[in-house]
Protein backbone atom coordinates (compact mmCIF):
# COMPACT_ATOMS: atom_id res chain seq x y z
CA UNK A 1 0.00 0.00 0.00
CA UNK A 2 1.23 3.22 -1.06
CA UNK A 3 2.28 5.24 2.29
CA UNK A 4 3.17 9.05 2.46
CA UNK A 5 4.82 10.16 5.77
CA UNK A 6 5.75 13.98 6.22
CA UNK A 7 8.02 14.87 9.62
CA UNK A 8 8.11 17.18 11.78
CA UNK A 9 4.32 17.44 12.26
CA UNK A 10 4.63 21.04 13.35
CA UNK A 11 7.49 23.30 13.03
CA UNK A 12 7.69 26.36 14.53
CA UNK A 13 10.78 29.20 13.03
CA UNK A 14 12.03 32.36 13.60
CA UNK A 15 11.68 35.25 11.18
CA UNK A 16 15.06 34.28 8.89
CA UNK A 17 16.13 30.82 10.08
CA UNK A 18 15.97 28.87 7.35
CA UNK A 19 14.82 24.87 7.64
CA UNK A 20 13.47 21.91 5.73
CA UNK A 21 10.48 19.46 5.78
CA UNK A 22 10.49 15.79 5.02
CA UNK A 23 8.49 13.93 3.02
CA UNK A 24 9.05 9.92 2.60
CA UNK A 25 7.10 8.07 0.50
CA UNK A 26 6.81 4.10 -0.59
CA UNK A 27 5.08 3.57 -3.69
CA UNK A 28 5.11 0.93 -6.58
CA UNK A 29 5.73 3.82 -9.46
CA UNK A 30 6.23 7.09 -8.55
CA UNK A 31 4.71 8.94 -11.69
CA UNK A 32 5.02 12.70 -9.52
CA UNK A 33 5.56 13.93 -6.22
CA UNK A 34 4.01 17.39 -5.03
CA UNK A 35 3.90 20.11 -2.76
CA UNK A 36 1.19 22.18 -1.53
CA UNK A 37 0.86 25.32 0.92
CA UNK A 38 -3.06 24.95 2.57
CA UNK A 39 -3.99 27.93 4.94
CA UNK A 40 -6.25 27.89 7.21
CA UNK A 41 -10.11 26.93 5.55
CA UNK A 42 -8.98 26.73 2.24
CA UNK A 43 -7.91 24.39 -0.51
CA UNK A 44 -4.81 23.79 -1.27
CA UNK A 45 -2.32 25.75 -3.08
CA UNK A 46 0.03 24.31 -5.64
CA UNK A 47 3.60 24.86 -5.29
CA UNK A 48 5.48 21.88 -7.26
CA UNK A 49 5.60 18.67 -8.93
CA UNK A 50 8.78 16.86 -8.55
CA UNK A 51 8.99 13.52 -11.13
CA UNK A 52 12.19 11.95 -10.99
CA UNK A 53 15.35 11.55 -8.74
CA UNK A 54 17.59 14.47 -8.69
CA UNK A 55 14.92 16.88 -9.50
CA UNK A 56 15.13 20.31 -8.01
CA UNK A 57 12.45 23.34 -8.44
CA UNK A 58 12.41 26.41 -6.98
CA UNK A 59 9.98 29.32 -6.24
CA UNK A 60 10.73 32.10 -4.21
CA UNK A 61 12.22 31.00 -0.99
CA UNK A 62 11.11 27.28 -1.17
CA UNK A 63 13.17 24.89 -3.05
CA UNK A 64 12.00 20.89 -3.08
CA UNK A 65 14.04 18.23 -3.66
CA UNK A 66 13.61 14.52 -4.82
CA UNK A 67 15.51 11.28 -4.14
CA UNK A 68 14.12 7.71 -4.47
CA UNK A 69 12.83 7.71 -1.07
CA UNK A 70 12.08 11.25 -0.18
CA UNK A 71 11.30 14.54 -1.27
CA UNK A 72 12.32 17.52 1.14
CA UNK A 73 11.08 21.11 1.24
CA UNK A 74 13.34 23.79 2.09
CA UNK A 75 12.42 27.18 3.55
CA UNK A 76 14.93 29.91 3.39
CA UNK A 77 14.91 32.80 5.66
CA UNK A 78 11.09 32.17 6.04
CA UNK A 79 8.35 35.43 6.78
CA UNK A 80 5.58 35.36 8.66
CA UNK A 81 3.56 35.16 5.45
CA UNK A 82 5.44 31.39 5.03
CA UNK A 83 3.42 30.18 7.82
CA UNK A 84 0.98 27.64 6.62
CA UNK A 85 0.37 23.83 6.75
CA UNK A 86 2.90 22.51 3.91
CA UNK A 87 1.40 19.07 2.22
CA UNK A 88 2.80 16.58 0.52
CA UNK A 89 1.38 14.16 -2.22
CA UNK A 90 2.30 11.27 -4.73
CA UNK A 91 0.78 10.33 -7.74
CA UNK A 92 1.93 6.56 -8.34
CA UNK A 93 0.91 2.66 -10.62
CA UNK A 94 -2.20 3.67 -12.76
CA UNK A 95 -3.74 5.78 -10.11
CA UNK A 96 -4.76 9.63 -11.14
CA UNK A 97 -5.64 10.40 -7.77
CA UNK A 98 -3.27 11.58 -5.11
CA UNK A 99 -2.02 10.05 -1.45
CA UNK A 100 -1.00 12.93 0.89
CA UNK A 101 0.76 13.18 3.99
CA UNK A 102 -0.39 14.16 7.18
CA UNK A 103 1.48 17.92 6.34
CA UNK A 104 4.04 19.99 8.31
CA UNK A 105 2.19 22.84 10.06
CA UNK A 106 4.95 25.66 9.80
CA UNK A 107 4.45 28.30 11.81
CA UNK A 108 7.34 31.58 11.46
CA UNK A 109 7.55 34.30 14.62
CA UNK A 110 8.61 37.63 13.51
CA UNK B 1 -3.86 28.69 -15.07
CA UNK B 2 -6.72 26.39 -13.89
CA UNK B 3 -9.37 27.75 -11.98
CA UNK B 4 -11.49 25.19 -9.90
CA UNK B 5 -14.53 26.82 -7.97
CA UNK B 6 -16.35 25.27 -4.96
CA UNK B 7 -19.84 26.13 -3.88
CA UNK B 8 -21.06 26.57 -0.89
CA UNK B 9 -17.79 27.40 1.01
CA UNK B 10 -19.50 27.04 4.07
CA UNK B 11 -23.02 25.19 4.98
CA UNK B 12 -25.08 24.54 8.02
CA UNK B 13 -27.77 21.91 7.81
CA UNK B 14 -30.28 19.84 10.20
CA UNK B 15 -29.35 16.11 11.06
CA UNK B 16 -31.46 13.92 8.33
CA UNK B 17 -31.58 16.34 5.68
CA UNK B 18 -29.25 16.52 2.32
CA UNK B 19 -26.91 18.50 1.26
CA UNK B 20 -25.22 19.25 -2.39
CA UNK B 21 -21.46 20.79 -3.12
CA UNK B 22 -20.88 21.89 -6.10
CA UNK B 23 -17.82 21.82 -8.22
CA UNK B 24 -16.39 23.73 -11.31
CA UNK B 25 -13.44 23.68 -13.30
CA UNK B 26 -14.12 27.46 -14.97
CA UNK B 27 -11.25 27.36 -17.99
CA UNK B 28 -10.95 23.73 -18.96
CA UNK B 29 -12.61 20.77 -19.10
CA UNK B 30 -12.24 18.19 -16.40
CA UNK B 31 -13.39 14.14 -17.04
CA UNK B 32 -12.16 13.33 -13.75
CA UNK B 33 -12.66 15.24 -10.53
CA UNK B 34 -11.45 13.92 -7.07
CA UNK B 35 -13.35 14.50 -3.58
CA UNK B 36 -11.50 14.85 -0.30
CA UNK B 37 -12.53 15.24 3.00
CA UNK B 38 -10.50 16.54 5.95
CA UNK B 39 -10.91 16.77 9.47
CA UNK B 40 -9.20 19.76 11.64
CA UNK B 41 -5.44 18.91 11.94
CA UNK B 42 -5.05 16.07 9.24
CA UNK B 43 -4.30 15.96 6.35
CA UNK B 44 -6.72 15.24 2.95
CA UNK B 45 -8.13 11.94 3.05
CA UNK B 46 -9.55 10.74 -0.70
CA UNK B 47 -13.50 9.77 -0.90
CA UNK B 48 -14.05 9.09 -4.44
CA UNK B 49 -13.20 9.82 -8.18
CA UNK B 50 -15.85 11.32 -10.31
CA UNK B 51 -16.06 10.35 -14.16
CA UNK B 52 -17.73 12.20 -16.04
CA UNK B 53 -20.49 10.17 -17.37
CA UNK B 54 -20.34 7.32 -15.64
CA UNK B 55 -20.11 6.11 -12.14
CA UNK B 56 -18.14 7.29 -9.58
CA UNK B 57 -15.28 5.15 -7.96
CA UNK B 58 -15.26 5.35 -3.74
CA UNK B 59 -12.60 4.49 -1.67
CA UNK B 60 -12.88 1.59 0.80
CA UNK B 61 -15.06 2.30 3.61
CA UNK B 62 -17.25 5.38 1.70
CA UNK B 63 -20.53 5.04 1.38
CA UNK B 64 -21.79 5.42 -1.88
CA UNK B 65 -24.95 5.21 -0.92
CA UNK B 66 -24.85 8.05 1.36
CA UNK B 67 -22.11 10.23 -0.66
CA UNK B 68 -23.92 10.57 -3.64
CA UNK B 69 -21.51 11.84 -6.51
CA UNK B 70 -22.44 13.20 -10.20
CA UNK B 71 -20.48 14.28 -12.85
CA UNK B 72 -22.90 15.40 -15.64
CA UNK B 73 -20.70 17.69 -17.47
CA UNK B 74 -16.89 18.19 -18.42
CA UNK B 75 -17.07 21.49 -16.27
CA UNK B 76 -19.23 19.99 -12.46
CA UNK B 77 -19.46 17.62 -10.48
CA UNK B 78 -21.58 17.40 -7.21
CA UNK B 79 -21.04 15.77 -4.21
CA UNK B 80 -24.67 15.14 -2.09
CA UNK B 81 -24.54 14.02 1.86
CA UNK B 82 -27.52 12.52 2.22
CA UNK B 83 -29.33 12.02 5.40
CA UNK B 84 -26.46 13.89 7.09
CA UNK B 85 -25.19 13.38 10.78
CA UNK B 86 -23.15 15.15 12.94
CA UNK B 87 -20.27 12.95 12.50
CA UNK B 88 -20.24 13.97 8.63
CA UNK B 89 -19.21 17.25 9.70
CA UNK B 90 -15.85 17.84 7.80
CA UNK B 91 -13.97 20.26 5.44
CA UNK B 92 -15.09 19.01 1.66
CA UNK B 93 -12.68 19.69 -0.83
CA UNK B 94 -12.80 18.94 -4.36
CA UNK B 95 -9.71 18.49 -7.51
CA UNK B 96 -9.28 18.48 -10.99
CA UNK B 97 -5.84 18.15 -13.29
CA UNK B 98 -6.18 20.78 -16.37
CA UNK B 99 -4.86 18.68 -19.07
CA UNK B 100 -3.44 21.33 -21.20
CA UNK B 101 -0.69 21.67 -18.46
CA UNK B 102 2.29 19.40 -16.56
CA UNK B 103 1.51 20.76 -13.18
CA UNK B 104 -0.63 19.66 -10.28
CA UNK B 105 -4.11 19.05 -9.74
CA UNK B 106 -5.95 22.35 -8.82
CA UNK B 107 -8.16 22.19 -5.77
CA UNK B 108 -11.45 24.23 -5.18
CA UNK B 109 -11.55 26.35 -2.10
CA UNK B 110 -13.34 24.03 -0.20
CA UNK B 111 -16.41 23.59 2.16
CA UNK B 112 -16.82 23.70 5.32
CA UNK B 113 -19.73 21.51 6.22
CA UNK B 114 -21.25 21.34 9.72
CA UNK B 115 -24.56 19.08 10.68
CA UNK B 116 -26.35 19.89 13.90
Known amino acids: EDQVTQSPEALRLQEGESSSLNCSYTVSGLRGLFWYRQDPGKGPEFLFTLYSAGEEKEKERLKATLTKKESFLHITAPKPEDSATYLCAVQAGYNNDMRFGAGTRLTVKP | GAVVSQHPSRVICKSGTSVKIECRSLDFQATTMFWYRQFPKQSLMLMATSNEGSKATYEQGVEKDKFLINHASLTLSTLTVTSAHPEDSSFYIC????????????FGSGTRLTVV
Open chain 2, 95 to 106: SARDPRTAYGYT
